[in-house]
């Protein structure tokens, strides 16, 4: 009976390491479980943005990762200003001690409270954030689901990097973008102009209707 208790708890105490979940800070130092599956969950206020999963190898040590939704820390973010666009910024330092590429998901972001998708997967755009400026890389990603039903898209990569997910494509893509991050003096003349248009001159909106902001304005 010992024996069967002391396995119980020895399947449990594994189980328990191969998860690494962060509600708040959304990030922090990881112990993978050594030769085993490993999953790291992003998100805070029961709002799940991102899954990282990976078989650890044999020696593994401990790594920093970190998600943001901050656009202050885009340096293109100016640029998605007036678009429907979600913002996934992850640091990993070192590396991750995985024996092949690890699978990220990024959470769809574009659902309503009923679950049901806003915007098409297939009317996405995917950017990755460079040096160099935006790369389209919607391409390398995959629309699918979690065993919950939550749409998700999927990428392999040992080095996660920055992406945003936008329901409008930005016109232009290459290093000429201006690196210009969105100020609050950028939000407060936006405010004034909207202030003195009439009703029907509001982001397009007729009269009486609601303007529909950024995502990162909400």
């Known amino acids: 009976m010992k024996k069967w208790i002391s396995l ?10 191969a998860t690494a979940a962060f509600a708040s800070s959304m990030g922090g130092v990881v112990k993978p479980n050594e030769n085993g599956d490993n999953t790291v969950t992003f998100g805070n206020d029961n709002v799940t943005y991102a899954k990282l999963s990976f078989k650890a190898d044999s020696d593994a040590e401990k790594f920093y990762v970190e998600l943001s939704t901050d656009w202050d820390d885009c340096a293109y973010g100016a640029d998605f200003y007036d678009l429907d666009a979600y913002l996934y910024a992850f640091t ?24 049901e998708l806003t915007v098409k997967p297939g ?15 919607t391409s390398s990603f995959t ?16 080095a996660p990097g920055t992406y945003v997910i936008s329901a409008q494509k930005v016109e232009n893509t290459s290093g000429a973008l201006s690196p210009r991050r969105v100020t609050d003096a ?6 004034r102009d909207a202030a003195s248009k009439p ?20």
Do not use: M, W
Request: proline share 7%.
């Open 8 to 17: 119980l708890l020895a399947v449990l105490t594994a189980s328990a390491l």
């Open 92 to 115: 990993v330092n070192p590396s991750i001690p995985a024996t092949s590429a690890p699978t990220l998901l990024l959470y769809n972001r574009f659902v309503d409270e009923d679950g």
């Open 123 to 137: 009317d996405v755009t995917i950017y990755q954030v460079k040096k160099t400026g935006l790369t389209d890389v």
């Open 143 to 158: 629309a699918t689901e979690t065993g919950d039903g939550d749409p998700v898209f999927a990428i392999r990569t040992r």
């Open 186 to 191: 950028d939000r407060a003349e936006e405010k």
């Open 199 to 218: 009703a029907s001159d509001v982001s397009g909106a007729a009269p009486g209707t609601k303007a529909v902001l950024p995502s990162f304005a909400k």
